[in-house]
């Protein structure tokens, strides 16, 4: 691990802790010698991280310290990149938008020193399939999850099927091909999921559904697990 790094998980480690760590047990998690933690303490203290230390009770990262923005090791940058970079080309338009957006500004955030990461990308999301496009704006659906709101919708089934339903979305799931809104479904009084491809329109209500979404999530994933263990 190099130093930058090592820094890095310094302040991490004591960012996560609620009392007081030991000089021991941070190295023994950073895997690293006392005295080499010795010499990485002093650098975050002369750099002016407020860390506090006491002999015999440890170190303590003072509260409310914030890092500087995207500080970030080479494989966190790497994996960052790699992500959005699948989300512009398998996700909804606005928000492959989004994720080029993003690759632009951490491009232009990052130290030099990291840059070359980016520039020369030894990693790259690779797809042999065409993805199945929707006849209207995903990022409406998106809004509706964000703001907890109902959503009218026509779907079409695999049967061709037609039916109006009012929904409770509560997650977009993004798969190779498609992607899935999983909801609560008022018609089926029950948890449905319905491909984005197949709904023919979308309409946002104004009335919020009553419950909370994390709520609404861990019912799902309860559920979930119920039906296939």
């Given at each position: 691990?190099?130093?930058?790094?090592?820094?890095?998980?310094?302040?991490?480690?004591?960012?996560?802790?609620?009392?007081?760590?030991?000089?021991?047990?941070?190295?023994?998690e950073?895997?690293?010698?006392?005295?080499?933690?010795?010499?990485?303490?002093?650098?975050?203290?002369?750099?002016?991280?407020?860390?506090?230390?006491?002999?015999?009770?440890?170190?303590?990262?003072?509260?409310?310290?914030?890092?500087?923005?995207?500080?970030?090791?080479?494989?966190?940058?790497?994996?960052?990149?790699?992500?959005?970079?699948?989300?512009?080309?398998?996700?909804?338009?606005?928000?492959?938008?989004?994720?080029?957006?993003?690759?632009a500004?951490?491009?232009?955030?990052?130290?030099?020193?990291?840059?070359?990461?980016l520039?020369?990308?030894?990693?790259?999301?690779?797809?042999?399939?065409?993805?199945?496009?929707?006849?209207?704006?995903?990022?409406?659906?998106?809004?509706?999850?964000?703001?907890?709101?109902?959503?009218?919708?026509?779907?079409?089934?695999?049967?061709?099927?037609?039916?109006?339903?009012?929904?409770?979305?509560?997650?977009?799931?993004?798969?190779?091909?498609?992607?899935?809104?999983?909801?609560?479904c008022?018609?089926?009084?029950?948890?449905?999921?319905?491909?984005?491809?197949?709904?023919?329109s979308?309409?946002?209500?104004?009335?919020?559904?009553?419950?909370?979404?994390?709520?609404?999530?861990?019912?799902?994933?309860?559920?979930?697990?119920?039906?296939?263990?």
């Amino acid at each position: 691990m190099r130093r930058a790094e090592r820094l890095f998980q310094i302040i991490q480690v004591l960012r996560s802790k609620r009392r007081a760590v030991t000089g021991r047990a941070l190295a023994e998690e950073l895997e690293i010698s006392l005295r080499t933690l010795y010499r990485d303490i002093a650098e975050l203290i002369a750099q002016r991280v407020p860390i506090r230390g006491e002999a015999g009770v440890g170190y303590v990262l003072e509260a409310g310290y914030d890092m500087p923005p995207l500080m970030l090791t080479p494989d966190e940058l790497e994996a960052a990149v790699l992500g959005a970079a699948w989300v512009a080309t398998r996700g909804d338009p606005s928000l492959a938008r989004g994720a080029r957006d993003l690759i632009a500004k951490i491009t232009e955030s990052i130290p030099p020193p990291l840059r070359p990461i980016l520039l020369d990308a030894g990693l790259r999301p690779l797809s042999f399939k065409p993805v199945a496009m929707e006849g209207f704006d995903v990022s409406e659906l998106r809004a509706a999850i964000r703001d907890r709101r109902k959503v009218a919708i026509a779907y079409e089934d695999v049967d061709q099927q037609s039916s109006t339903r009012t929904i409770w979305p509560i997650f977009i799931g993004y798969t190779e091909e498609i992607r899935i809104v999983a909801a609560w479904c008022e018609w089926r009084r029950d948890f449905r999921h319905f491909r984005t491809d197949r709904i023919r329109s979308v309409r946002v209500m104004d009335e919020r559904y009553p419950e909370r979404t994390a709520v609404l999530r861990k019912r799902w994933e309860a559920l979930r697990r119920s039906r296939h263990p």
